[in-house]
């Protein structure tokens, strides 16, 4: 057989056999009588016994963008570190308004308290 299905073999077998030793450490180890605190429904730090047209506060969802937004640069700047070599200036200069057009987002939420959890 060629060196690389072995290797490739290992790999699926190792991580099957990682796989199961978490699983059943997971299933021997756990509690297996959970108490009322373990079982109660918890939703984002809302009271579950509410009625269910009380609106809430809009803060959930500007941290919810707000990562998604940090996210998405991450997901942009990954490539661009490990090709910034082959970028030419022009590339360079786009990635750095990206960046700056994003630290004067986050600014302006930090000045008008949307990091601010209250």
């Known amino acids: 057989m060629n060196i690389e299905i072995i290797i490739l073999l290992l790999f699926i077998v190792l991580s099957l056999g990682l796989s199961l030793v978490i ?8 509690d297996k009588i ?38 998405l640069e991450i997901l942009y700047l990954f490539p661009w570190s490990l090709n910034s070599s082959s970028i030419t200036i022009q590339g360079q200069i786009l990635v750095l308004m990206f960046l700056i057009i ?11 308290g949307g990091l601010e959890w209250e």
């Open 102 to 112: 994003l630290t004067i987002g986050l600014v302006y939420e930090w000045i008008k």
């Open 34 to 71: 959970p108490d009322k605190e373990k079982v109660s429904v918890y939703e984002c730090g809302f009271d579950p016994f509410h009625s269910p047209g009380k609106p809430f506060s809009i803060k959930f969802f500007l941290v919810a963008i707000l990562f998604l937004v940090f996210d």
């Open 23 to 30: 699983a059943v450490a997971s299933y021997l180890l756990t």
